[in-house]
């Protein structure tokens, strides 16, 4: 069965704060993706990697970075943490073929 | 610019009846791949269905289907004998990209809320 983890369900954490939501699959998928979802907007791309080492901006990516050292696993880091990141946070992961798998979601609250 | 739009932010169904979820994208590639995916209210992303852009019949699995209009851009979900398990959020993307330069990032309506009524 594929598997998408995510460290944390929930999060809460103060302005300023550094903040490391990870993302692990164990499926051996090549491309992963942060996706932050608000009401009424659906799901943005932060950031998305397509091999080790390797990542791409996607359409909202200021004050995030990501890091990705390992094929399983990516991390989205948010390097001071500000109220308007407070949102719920979804990683995936994609096959060969189209599908993305997603992950349970972490609910980040910054206060 | 790519662009998924659902105008429907939410919808009302009679249990054991059949709801059609709008989606209407917008794109110059001429190859491209559609999806919905349900989100009920623990919050994990369920896939649901697929859509190519060559595909010519309809894509089916189990009681959903999608109708899809290549030339009228929409690309509805379509449930079939609903249940009360089907109430949750439920959203349209679109695969960016093609061929070698498809990353396989996806671009995501608004979401429709869906609720069965028993």
């Known amino acids: 069965d594929v598997k998408v983890t995510q460290s944390s369900r929930y999060l809460v954490k103060r302005t300023g704060e550094k903040v490391f939501l990870e993302c692990v699959q164990d499926?051996?998928?090549?491309?992963m993706f942060w996706y932050r979802q608000d009401p009424g907007l659906g799901l943005r791309l932060i950031y998305f990697s397509y091999d080790v080492k390797m990542k791409e901006k996607g359409d909202i990516p200021e004050g995030y970075s990501v890091s990705r050292e390992k094929k399983e696993r990516f991390s989205l880091i948010l390097e001071s943490a500000s109220t308007n990141q407070t949102s719920m946070y979804l990683c995936?992961?994609?096959?060969?073929?189209?599908?993305?798998?997603f992950g349970p979601g972490t609910r980040l609250t910054v206060t | 610019a790519q662009k998924i739009t659902q105008t429907q932010p939410g919808m009302f169904v009679q249990e054991k009846e059949a709801v059609t979820l709008d989606c209407t994208y917008d794109t110059s590639d001429q190859s491209y791949g559609l999806f919905w995916y349900k989100q009920p209210s623990s919050g994990e992303m369920i896939f649901l269905i697929y859509?190519?852009?060559?595909?010519?019949q309809n894509a089916t699995e189990g009681r959903y289907s999608l109708n899809f209009q290549k030339a009228r851009k929409s690309a509805n979900l379509v449930i079939s004998a609903s249940q009360l398990g089907d109430s949750a959020m439920y959203f349209c993307a679109m695969r960016e990209g093609r061929g070698s330069s498809n990353t396989g990032k996806l671009i995501f309506g608004q979401g429709t809320t869906l609720q069965v009524k028993p």
């Open positions: 499926m051996d998928h090549e491309n």
């Open positions: 859509q190519g852009s060559y595909d010519e």
């Open positions: 995936a992961s994609r096959n060969r073929v189209n599908e993305q798998y």
